[in-house]
């Protein structure tokens, strides 16, 4: 038996007074409980209680006390109750045993519900190969995880599309909306609903072997078009269209008319295959007069790949739907799942929001578009930043903390972009009181009024300005020279005329230059007395520690230094250990921290231990670098005993970005010829983010950051959306309801069984066993009976809910076959259960 | 949902020592919270109906002086405003005569083709003629006008006000969630009854949003229905039915699973009451219980240009009573509208957008007179269906209420625009609204509008170049009351809030340097407020 599917008995006791009618339950706490049980002479009939990761419950009776328990197989489990006929119904002892998953197997799914966006079938299998600790060791060491999506060049392939819709026009058309030219082959037309190899191909010469003939017809914008053996996908040759200009109908078009007739209330599913192209930029579109089927791409090959999007991020031309696609993208594709999750939280901690970077450059003078673009370069430098900084072994808070005190979009959104402390001028306080009280120390947690006034004076002059990209990372460069229009007479200094990087940059003239005296006490009148101290509660090594800082008053550019000398000194007090740790636990542990606990009394819980155990290794880490190391907080985290438990497993609800990433990945598979059994472009999906609670990522208004709780984001009308949500992306082509995720967004369970349990593929409970072990890994095989059997039962009735229909009668490539096993894929995922982590 | 008496909860709290005085009930198990919390938010009365909230959110900032427009002021005119000016009519009396004068005597339509200012019967101000139809509405004394509201320290930024305004917390970014969504929290029903606040529009918006509760948003309420593959009519029962059994199956104990429960419940019963209703185009059936315009009774939600005002009668767009870009907008308010009187929820609202009118504002006609057609004929039609159709909310039940983040320049800009500017008009409707008063004889007993009548108001509104007009800045209008002071009034008297859970809704409600329950100070810009207008 492999290591990672072994399996231990627990066991709970139930003791039996003598008498038949006063059974008492006397639970053993931590095992399975029985809460109730009957006996009448030749029958005993026990209830018990779920017990968490069970895959098998043993019911064992002794006759006596002192005798040994022997597994009962009189009776039957049904859920949890348990009939037996025992011949003997006098005096008896039964207990429950529960197998649970063993520690290695509960934590593997702990780690793909929480270091990743979900499991997928193929990171499932492979941690549970490489074993739970080998993956947690593999995913904080980013920089050794080789990934090339960003960068991938994808070679020109035979790429398939299939579309389903129904007959409006028997008349076929095929072209391109712009000059170009495309290779296809082996177009296929045939009634229902799924490419049905088995059936006829309705058009004539679909497999491009034979002289175009009467079959095909060439319009003038497309005489150019022939057969070619340059490329073929099946067969040796295939169809080179050729077009010299935008096509939109038969006269601008290849096509044929297709006889005999289709009929308009007849449901037909249309296939081909194009050879991908990265240099044609025109759209192909094959379509039914009527567009009862119509399929639209552009040839690139690869709506999933965030390579282009990548690449338009570089170069400034990226929109806030394609920094939230290649965001979306990352998450359901990325190896580096951790750093992910991670990019998000710290995105998420120091909050920035979208529309208010846009609004500020469109009211200085760029147009919406324009401003949109530079707002979301902002949005996409930090989180590269962080990235970046993330795959550094030694990577601290501090670095975090400082990118975001860096980024134009913080400086913008919390206004210390025009904050004075220059003369009689009073300073703005937001970006003051967030550092305290939302990136750094937590909610009252350490300062008070006073602190954030004094504060807010360090960020006077921390403002933006547009240089030239070679001084972006120069706080003190002047306006950029590079003009647009060189020889502009009038506004050649327009922003609209410069190029160049908005960039931090520091305006010493707006400077508070008198003396800060930050984290001291105040006496009655607001005189400073004495320095603050950390409080008792906090106990050794901190208790009692001077945290205060004064800096002293001081003029010009090197006052820019004090901004970075209190970071650094913000960045490792115990407050902001202890904020910063009850985050991270929130995110992977569960909801159920707190800032505030005292570290000295004898009151003590398992949260609270964690969250000291984080402070010490964030204090004095174990390799003897500098404070605040991530990898050292999170190690202590993932290797802790509450992390690896049942007081983890499933204790979260997903986010509206959790929910969308993880039903993605739920279904995701590598096909051997390296595509994939889900796709989505990213941005087709961004607006059920919207609907599931308005989740508009890098566009949060308030400064809080979204939040972790289930609390925050259930509710029965964003649960509406999100059972929408698998419905829609369980969706086939074609059907109403796919609009919903776009019909870049596809799924294909029959391609995932195919691949990862074929022989299960006729046989429904073990299609269902396969799904529930997918969907659920961490629940328990025993624990989801009542699921297995409402998905059976679904998989053998028809669609009318009522008529007995066998699935193992259905064939796999028939439409019914797809359509019955996308429906109950979607119905376990619509499940309260599909909301967890 | 239910189970526990409150009162009979509480007294059994406070003999075992439990308290009652909770600053958040967010920490307590759900199906107790309603038990514990305080006020009677959302407690249903003897008839089974509790008091509900509408609002809707004039986004961009509505021009409240060509509103309700203070002809008594001589500094409303050219050349303050001399392209944009709403003329008032010299053929009509303009007397303190009680009721607003409508319809206008000698139109042969009544309600069309009005091109100058109603009288609103106060001898000072008036309404914009594509205000007409809230003219029954105040003459039944349903509707209470407030002019010159704002806060202190007005930010002139759509993107800080709209928050001030929907977090009840001017000037201040301490508090982070919405107004409405805490009245919610108070309740105690956020997290045990279906639906309590909800929003129709793209998004849920600030005023309904926070971290401890989902509030609910409908974008599209067709879409509230349970897809299903492969979304046939049979098909999507049998997925139903199958989630259904589902949900019903036995797990092991986690620590979002009874929320999750409880919400797939919510969900469940929600989908059953929206069922019944008919969100679609052919269950817009309401229409008005008395013809109009002499013509036949007018839909109460213009959603189709055959459902505009007397347009199917007489096939003309000029008996149009919306404009017909407004479609969408009646979409939204019928849906808030169903949802309120249909269901359990307690708030719902939605927003207008296009209201910053920098450029081309017009006057009796043009852009803000055609967004003004909206709110005219929505608080109208508000008054019906809540009469006529009302199941589980009355007119009396109910309370109407418009936000716009600040008001605009006094002065118009050489784009025959208005600037942003601060205080603004906030229109307040309801059966239980105190507005115009008569007695017997027609004399009036009070007015339904407020602060805008001149030197009979509490704070007067002082006219001419140096008057209130121009006390703010030199360019503005200057208020004399405060936003919170409205909404505290309305959440505390209408919808049943304590003084004390007012005090966590709006904090600092009873912070004298505010002075948002009785006339004063406030300190922070050193203006004089009337506090909370009596106006429930």
Known sequence: MKKNSALFPRIALLAMSGALASWVAAADTGTPVITGISAEPGRVTLGFAPYPATVEYQIERADALGQPYRPDTTGFLDGFGWTGLSSAPGDGFFRVNARVLTPDALLATTLLQRIAYGPSPDDLARVRAIGPDAYIAEQLAPETITEDIDSAVITPSWRKVTVTGTGSSSSLYIYLDGAGEVYLDDIRLVAGAVDDAAKANLLRGGDFETTLGSNWILSPNVAGSALTPDEAHGGSLSMHVVSVGAGSSQSTAVYQSVAPALNAATTYTLSYWYFTSQTVTAKLTVRLSGSGITSTHGLGGAVDSPAPIFAKLKDGSATMTDLRAWHLLHAIQSRKQLTEVLRQFWENHFVTDYSKTRDYFDNAGLATDAAGRVATQLESKENLRWRAAMSDPKATFHDMLKISAESPAMIIYLDTINSKGSGTSIANENYARELCELFSFGVDNGYDQADIVQISRVWTGWSIRLVDPAQEFNPFAFVTTNYLDPNAITNKTAVTNLVGAWSFNYKAANHNTAQKKIFFNHDAKGVVTTPKLVPARFGPPWAGRDYSLTIPAGTGNPTLQEGYKLLGHMADQPFTQEFLSVKLCRLFVHDGFAIGYDFTDAETTPEEELVHACMLAWESPSNGGPKGQLREVLRTIFNSALFRSDAASLQKVKTPLEFVASAMRALRARRDDGSYTVSTDGREIQPVMDRLGRMRLFDRMEPDGYPEDAAAWISAGTLAERIRFVQAALMPAGRTGKSDVGASTQTDPVGLLRIKAPEAMRDAGKVADYFLDLLFPAEGKANLAAFRSIAVAFLDTADDGTTTSAFSALAPGTSAYDLRLRGMVALLMATQRFQEQ | ?536
């Open chain 2, 1 to 536: 949902m239910n189970v526990i008496n409150r009162r009979s909860f509480l007294s059994h709290a406070s003999a075992l020592g439990l308290g009652t005085a909770l600053s958040t009930l967010t920490d307590i198990p759900f199906v107790l919270q309603r038990a514990l919390a305080e006020g009677s938010i959302g407690i249903t009365g003897a008839d089974g109906r509790a008091k509900k909230l509408i609002f809707i959110f004039l986004r961009g900032a509505n021009d409240g002086l060509n509103a309700v427009v203070p002809f008594g002021d001589p500094s409303y005119g050219p050349p303050n405003r001399k392209n944009i000016l709403i003329e008032k009519d010299p053929g009509q009396p303009f007397d303190a005569r009680g009721k607003a004068l409508f319809p206008v005597s000698g139109q042969t339509t009544p309600t069309f083709d009005y091109t100058s200012g109603l009288p609103l019967g106060n001898g000072f101000a008036a309404l914009h003629p594509a205000l007409k139809f809230l003219a029954p509405v105040y003459n039944a004394g349903d509707l209470a006008l407030i002019h010159r509201v704002g806060y202190p320290k007005q930010s002139r930024s759509h993107f800080d006000s709209q928050n001030y305004w929907e977090t009840g917390s001017p000037n201040s970014n301490l508090v982070k969630d919405g107004l409405l969504y805490r009245a919610m929290i108070e309740s105690g029903l956020a997290h045990s009854s279906p639906l309590t606040g909800v929003s129709i529009g793209s998004s849920l918006p600030l005023i309904l949003r926070g971290s401890k509760a989902a509030m609910t948003n409908l974008s599209d309420p067709t879409r509230y229905n349970l897809l299903a593959v492969p979304n046939t009519p049979q098909g999507n029962l049998k997925a139903d039915a199958a989630l259904a059994a589902a949900n019903k199956a036995q797990f092991t104990g986690k620590r979002d699973r009874d929320l999750l429960a409880l919400q797939y419940g919510n969900l469940a019963s929600t989908l059953d009451i929206f069922a019944q209703l008919d969100f679609s185009e052919t269950g817009n059936t309401f229409v008005d219980d008395e013809a109009t315009d002499g013509d036949l009774p007018y839909s109460l939600f213009p959603t189709t240009n055959a459902k505009n005002g007397g347009f199917a009668r007489a096939n003309n767009a000029q008996k149009y009573v919306v404009p017909t870009s407004a479609y969408g907008f009646f979409l939204n308010l019928k849906a808030a509208s169903l949802v309120l009187n249909k269901t359990s929820a307690l708030v719902a609202g939605t927003s207008i957008d296009g209201w910053d009118t920098h450029s081309n504002q017009g006057a009796a006609t043009g852009s803000q007179a055609n967004l003004l057609r909206r709110i005219g004929w929505a608080v109208y039609a508000l008054r019906k269906y809540f009469t006529k159709y009302a199941d589980k909310c009355r007119w009396d039940d109910l309370v109407i209420v418009t936000l716009s983040e600040f008001g605009r320049t006094t002065i118009e800009n050489s784009d025959n625009g208005t600037d942003h500017a601060e205080a603004n008009v906030m229109f307040v409707a309801g059966g239980g609204v105190k507005g115009l008063e008569t007695d017997a004889l027609g004399t009036v007993k009070r007015s339904g509008v407020f602060n805008c009548g001149g030197s009979s108001d509490p704070i007067a509104w002082q006219t001419g170049q140096n008057g209130s007009m121009f006390q703010s800045t030199g360019r503005y209008l200057k208020r004399n009351t405060d936003y919170r002071s409205v909404l505290g009034k309305l959440i505390r008297d209408h919808l049943g809030a304590t003084q004390t859970q007012l005090d966590r809704i709006i904090p600092g409600y009873t912070d004298p340097k505010e002075s948002l329950k009785a006339r004063g100070v406030q300190t922070r810009d050193g203006t004089e407020v009337i506090g909370e207008p009596d106006i429930v």
